[in-house]
């Protein structure tokens, strides 16, 4: 029984021809401390679930619904602000209108958009 908890619990080393550390064989009985310390994972499988994929796919599938919907002008001022990123200010420059009126509009076609998710 001692050499099996000797084998379990035991550290080992391969050395080289000069007395210098080659491989670690870790203990086959790990702590959780050493483990965290090495950075070790508990569950290494980082894929996500199929039913995480699927709802995933349904609400891009209804986001794009929902944006065709929308106007030729919505649409473009949608796209400028959000899949492209640029500020309210730059897109006001490109429509001839003000910041303000930008942004109202932007408010606007979130609350189309939002009761259109919550239908």
């Known amino acids: 029984m001692r050499y099996f908890e000797r084998d379990l619990k035991t550290e080992r080393y391969i050395l080289g021809k000069e ?6 064989i870790p203990s ?20 996500e679930s199929v039913e995480h994929i699927v709802l995933h796919k349904a609400d891009v599938d209804k986001l ?7 106007s030729q002008e919505e649409q473009a001022l949608i796209y400028a602000l959000f899949f492209e990123e640029r500020s309210e200010r ?11 009126t ?3 509009r932007k408010i606007r076609i979130l609350q189309k ?3 259109f998710f919550e239908n």
Do not use: C, M, W, Y
Not at 34 to 39: A, Y
């Open 19 to 24: 007395n210098q550390i080659i491989q670690v």
């Open 28 to 47: 086959r009985e790990d702590s959780l401390d050493r483990l965290v310390e090495e950075t070790a994972r508990q569950f290494p499988d980082e894929q």
């Open 64 to 70: 794009h619904t929902a944006l065709s919907a929308l």
């Open 90 to 100: 730059d897109v006001a420059r490109e429509f001839a209108v003000s910041q303000t």
């Open 102 to 104: 930008i942004h109202k």
């Open 113 to 115: 958009l939002k009761t």
